[in-house]
Structure formats: C-alpha cells, structure tokens
C-alpha cells in the first residue's frame, strides 16, 4: 500500500502509522469491520467500529483521488501541458473538488464560443488585451487594436473584440482560485430562498411553511434543505440560491483588473460579468447545491442508523410461547400461535368487533388459545383496530392467571414482508394475512431476527429516505444491520438465512448453505462443524466463528463470544485454576487481571485477554437491554380522546432533526418538537431520546383536520 496514503491517514485520524498499516492490511485479507473490532484489537490498536469504518471510507476516498489524479495527469501529459509546477499542484490537491477545478482549463469540451473564437484567430487579440491590462502598459486604443483582425472571418471590429472577450471569459472561469474563492462565498454568505408557486392557496399544501423561507447556506437545517428540494422536485417550489452579485463581481476585479485605462476597464469589468453570469454562476450553484445536498443527505442517514440501530437492538421479549394477533374490523383479526423459538404452531381467525355474539365467540377462542398453549406473551399490532383489539385482549386475559404479558407491536414493514419471496419460502402454505401476525410475534420475541428480514427503508425510521443518496443509504445501513447481528451474535441452530447474511464472513450463499446442511444433517453440535458446509472454508469460518452460538453443544465455549483461535487459552487457564470446562463461568472469579500476563502471546494480548474474562462471566448473555414495554392510557384510543394538558405513557417510534416522534396509542403519532424535549436547549434530538424508549408526554395540541398532535417531554 502507499505509504504517503498511511502517513496521512496516520495524520488525519491522530493514530500510529502502525495502526493504520496493520488495519489496511486487516481489510485488504477480507477482514470485515466487525471481525477487526471485535477479534484483532492487538493489531488496530483498539480501534471500534466507527473509527475502522471512518478509516476504510477515507481510504478509499484518498484511493480514488490518487486513481483521479494519475488518469488526469496522463490526460495532460497526452496534450503536451503538463508542467513540473501543474504536476506539483496536482500532486497537492487534497479534494476531488480542488482536483477538478485544476483539470477543467484541460478537460475535453464540446465547442464553445471561445473556441469558435479561436477559430477565427482571435486568439492573439486576448493575449494582447491581457498585456495592456498593466498599470505600465503603453496607452492604446480597443477599436485600434481590434480593427486588425477585421478581415473576412471576422467582419467588425464588434465581432473582434466579442471574440476575444469570449476566450478571455473562458479563462477566468477555468481558473481554480478564482472558483474556490467563489465556491467559497456562495457557502459562507449565500441564501437559499424559497417560494410556493402561483396555483397553490394557502393550506393546500404540505410545504406551507416554506411558501416565503429564506435561511443562510452555512445554516440550514439538513431537514428544511431535503424539504425544500423535495418541493421542487414536485413542483410546488421555486428554491433559488440568493448572494450578493456586486460582491462576488468587485472581488473578480479586484482580482483581475490592473488597467486604469478607462475603455479597457469598461471591457474587462463587461467580460468578467459575462464570465460569471455565463459561466460561473450555474456551475458553482449548482456544486453548492449538490454539496450541501450531501451533507444532508449524510446527516439523514446518520439519523436513519442511530434510528434502525436502537429498533434491532431493541429488548427482546425471549424464548416464550408467543400469541400474535393482526387486527381488523371487517376481515377480522389473525391470530397466530408461535412456539418459543418462532415456531407457527396454529392460527385462527376471530371477529371481535362485529357485535356482541361474535365478541364473545371470539373471546372464547382467544382463552382456549391461550389456556392450551401455555401463551406468556400477546403481541398485538399497532395498525387499524390495534387500540380496540388490545382492550378486548386486555378483558379476555383479566381473569386469566397467570396472565400474560400484553405488548402492542409495531406493524410497519410486516405487509412488505408477508408478500415477499423470504416469506414466501418460510411459509409457502400460509395467507400473507397470517404471515404478517407471524411476523408481529417474532418481532416481539427478537425483534433483530426477525427485522433483518425487511429493507430497513419499509421499517418507518427514517427522514426523507427517499430524498437522499439511495446507493450511500443502502450501504449505511447495510453496515449496521451487520454492526447490530454481530453485536448480538446469532444462534446457529435456529438463525434464519436471512439473519445468517449478515454475519461477519457469511454472505447470502454461504448462509442458504448453512440452512441446508443444517436440514440435513440435523443440529450443529460445536462450532468445528461448519467447516463441513459446502463452500464455507477456513477463512469464512475465521471471520463468522466467533459471532455464532451453540446452545447445548459439545463446548461450552461455543455459546460464548471466545472465539476458537482463543479456545487454548482458556482451557490453559481452566487447568491451571484446576477448573472443569464445563465451569468456564467460574474462571474470572479466581483469575485476576494482573495474572493475565501470564497468558499473552504475540497474537493474543491483554486487550483479547480482558475480553474473554468479560465473556466468561456471563457465557451466552444477550447484550440488549431488559425487556420492557409502555402502557397506553385506558379509553384513549382515538384522537377525538386526546384533550389539551392530558399526561400520557407512549413509546418513541421515528427520531429526526426536528424532534420526536411518539406512539401514544391512537393510531398517529404525536410530534414532540426538538423544543419540546426537554427543559434545555437541544441540539440533537438523538441525544435526548432513542427510537423504542418510553417516555411520558403531555399533549400540546390536537389538529384533527390534519391529523397533527403535538406532544411535549418538558416539566
């Protein structure tokens, strides 16, 4: 690898050369991010997940520039322009900005009106006009000077002058400082301004509050910006980028006049607005928009990430017989049995809300249900009739005891993947109308496996996700669907394909392998095991090992995060306290840090060492949160029962920019405006509150035209 690019990301991310060589190494041998965090800390250094994949995105930004630079210095060399000095200059770019706008006098270009100029040899007609725009440059006039090449392709002297103001124009535009300093400006002290066209009347319309914005480009809010382009591409705004014309063009002169020949100022102060106005301006508009358009876009996705982050670490219910319930009025609700590990067992439809008789058939049903599978967990859908649903529940189970816990779950995604191709196979027998009940279960169970299974865009966490950048947003959260499953660690013996996808190494075939051979040859008894799966080889199994679980299997350690390599170790620790394998959970107590010494190697050090005492202390843990749910306010389930004051329990479901949004059990969720949150100033919601938290609000307002509620967490 290079090392001026190791000396700079060296530089750049305040680490040791060392580090960055060893992690660059680690990923170019197909370590993945989670891999490297989690088992090769000794050769990063330590680093975690954000800061290796900061690393390897740098990188390969540093690698396309330095790819970018060769193709343009050999596409200058080709012309016979390259200079020493150029190539320096190209040399020290540190942008693809920067690069460009040093390429762009040399780019191939369709004909312009310079070039036509040049066409009619005018030409040295703008070189002369360049050497008398000198304060010691000798008196001369234009009309002279341009009467010269007055001839048969250029017939007045107009024309002449025309023409060389055009190949000057061309030159300015081209010329890198000049458009930094612009690019600059735009930036630093434009506006963007928006306005709802004609043929919108007020309250029509979704972007109201934009019918006369303004806000400073260094300002705007990543939401407002999304918002407004969102407008435009809709047709319902006009958004312009708004600056100080006179300003940008005093600084081209100031910059480019030397004459005090008046005529000649008047010619240069006229072709420098042209340049701009022609030539500038659109393209540096245009650049300031699409950067600005990508730092929102970023600043999106980074809330989409935290977002899908909390919802697929959310606390998992567990291994319990779960009843799982889709709600309706007309074609009634789905009830679906699953056993603890998501198993269908049963499914039956009832029909509570259509008069009494069938409310009490229905209820019959549900209890018999409940009372026959031994049910301790009712998952209940959040969409239409869910609040209605969950009080008639809530009477069946009253008298029951014990009782199981009731949760109401959210359906967002669940019509997605009962219709699609994954839950076709699972279930290729059943109504997409009871796949979806089967999905609300699961996802109560283990909400990670069973979310995996549904593009993370279909879960209802994001902000103008289809406004941003669709390749960097599938790959962001792609990468932390994977950072969530190897965080947990997946049960090998009970993981979907879709689930195994996302382990460190695995991949889509490889997963669809390990399903196979696991209905073929029964259970995985230890993790050695996988290197029989078709295809799955020593480094695919370095990589996923550590990050899968065997419940019950032929070593404890395998229901651990201890991965094999470090399986020696643990048994040299075991026979030197005297300990049993099967009481690896008692080594910690009797091992202290300070005899860790004992244990290292060159490949595995005290950083490796300290984590398998952690993993011992608690084989086979789950890492997310205690499982807990919110309660909705009896006889709230619509919002003609919200009042104004009213103090409600709910649970946040979407954080964004501008605040968070609540399930508060009334079919809409209620806004708490970022002002709202707390009794502070908040810069960033996502510091106040997480998607799945439960929170206590109070009702602000309630606009049932719109369908708007307003909620606050202040005291």
Excluded at 34 to 47: H, I, V
Excluded at 244 to 260: F, H, S
Aim: aromatic residues 6%; contains cysteine; proline residues 5%.
């Amino acid at each position: 690898m290079a090392s001026n690019l190791v000396q700079v990301l060296a530089r750049e991310f305040s680490l040791a050369p060392t580090q960055v060589e060893n992690t660059l190494e680690l990923f170019a041998g197909g370590a993945t991010v989670p891999f490297a965090a989690r088992y090769r800390k000794e050769r990063t250094g330590g680093l975690n997940e954000v800061q290796l994949r900061a690393l390897a995105e740098r990188h390969a930004y540093l690698g396309e520039l330095e790819d970018r630079k060769a193709t343009i210095v050999a596409s200058i060399a080709e012309q016979g322009k390259l200079s020493d000095d150029l190539k320096q200059r190209i040399a020290r770019c540190a942008t693809k900005s920067d690069l460009e706008d040093l390429y762009l006098p040399f780019r191939p270009k369709r004909r312009t009106r310079a070039a036509a100029a040049r066409e009619k040899g005018l030409e040295p007609l703008a070189e002369r006009l360049t050497t008398l725009n000198r304060p010691d440059a000798p008196a001369a006039r234009l009309e002279a000077e341009a009467a010269r090449y007055v001839g048969e392709s250029v017939t007045r002297i107009e024309e002449a002058l025309a023409g060389a103001a055009d190949i000057l124009a061309e030159a300015v535009a081209e010329r890198a400082p000049l458009r930094a300093w612009v690019r600059d400006y735009l930036l630093k002290s434009g506006s963007f301004a928006a306005r709802i066209k004609p043929g919108f009347p007020a309250g029509t319309t979704k972007f109201e509050m934009y019918r006369d914005y303004r806000t400073a480009v260094r300002n705007v809010a990543p939401h407002n910006l999304l918002a407004l382009f969102r407008g435009e591409t809709e047709g319902v705004l006009a958004v312009d980028l708004e600056f100080d014309e006179r300003a940008v063009l005093d600084y081209l002169e100031t910059r480019e006049i030397r004459t005090r020949e008046p005529a000649l100022r008047r010619f240069w102060q006229q072709m420098l607005q042209d340049a701009f106005e022609r030539l500038f301006q659109n393209s540096l508009t245009g650049e300031v928009r699409a950067l600005k358009k990508q730092e929102a876009d970023l600043a999106s996705i980074q809330t989409f990430e935290a977002n899908l982050r909390e919802l697929l670490l959310a606390s998992p219910a567990g291994h319990r017989p779960t009843l799982a319930i889709d709600p309706g009025f007309r074609t009634g609700c789905k009830v679906a049995v699953l056993g603890p590990t998501g198993t269908f067992i049963a499914y039956q439809a009832i029909f509570p809300h259509q008069g009494a008789d069938r409310r009490a058939q229905a209820a019959g049903v549900l209890r018999e249900l409940i009372v026959r599978h031994r049910i301790e967990l009712i998952a209940v859908g959040n969409g239409t009739a869910g609040r209605e649903t969950d009080a008639f529940v809530g009477e069946v189970i009253a008298a029951l005891d014990p009782q199981p816990v009731k949760v109401m779950v959210s359906e967002a995604g669940a019509s997605i993947y009962s219709a699609s191709e994954v839950a076709a196979a699972e279930f290729p027998d059943l109504d997409v109308t009871v796949r979806g009940a089967i999905s609300i279960g699961r996802r109560l169970q283990d909400p990670l496996a069973e979310l995996v299974k549904i593009d993370p865009k279909s879960i209802g966490v994001g902000q103008y996700q289809h406004d941003v950048d669709q390749k960097l947003l599938k790959r962001k959260l792609d990468e932390t669907v994977e950072s969530c499953v190897n965080h947990v660690g997946v049960d090998l013996n009970t993981a979907s394909a879709e689930l195994l996808t996302f382990v460190s190494g695995i991949g889509a075939a490889l997963a669809r392998n390990i399903v196979a051979h696991r209905d073929t040859q029964g259970p995985f008894k230890n993790r050695r095991a996988l290197l029989k799966v078709p295809k799955l080889g020593p480094k695919a199994f370095e990589q996923a090992a550590g990050f899968l679980r065997i419940r019950d299997g032929d070593n404890p350690l395998d229901n651990t995060a201890v991965h094999p390599e470090s399986y020696p170790v643990v048994r040299a620790m075991a026979s030197d306290l005297g300990i049993s394998p099967g009481r690896i959970a008692e080594i910690p107590k009797h091992l202290q840090p300070a005899d860790l010494s004992r244990y290292a190697s060159p490949t595995v050090g005290e950083p490796t060492l300290r984590d398998i005492l952690s993993e011992l202390e608690k084989p086979g843990r789950d890492p997310r949160a205690a499982f807990q749910y919110a309660t909705f306010k009896e006889g709230v389930n619509a919002l003609k029962d919200l009042v104004v004051g009213m103090e409600l329990e709910g649970v946040v479901t979407n954080v964004t920019n501008f605040g968070a949004f609540v399930d508060i059990g009334v079919h809409q969720d209620g806004l708490v405006h970022v002002s709202q949150l707390a009794d502070r100033f908040v810069a960033d919601p996502k510091a106040i509150v997480k998607v799945g938290q439960i929170v206590r609000v109070r009702v602000l307002e309630v606009n049932t035209a719109l369908g708007r509620i307003g909620l606050s967490m202040r005291r």
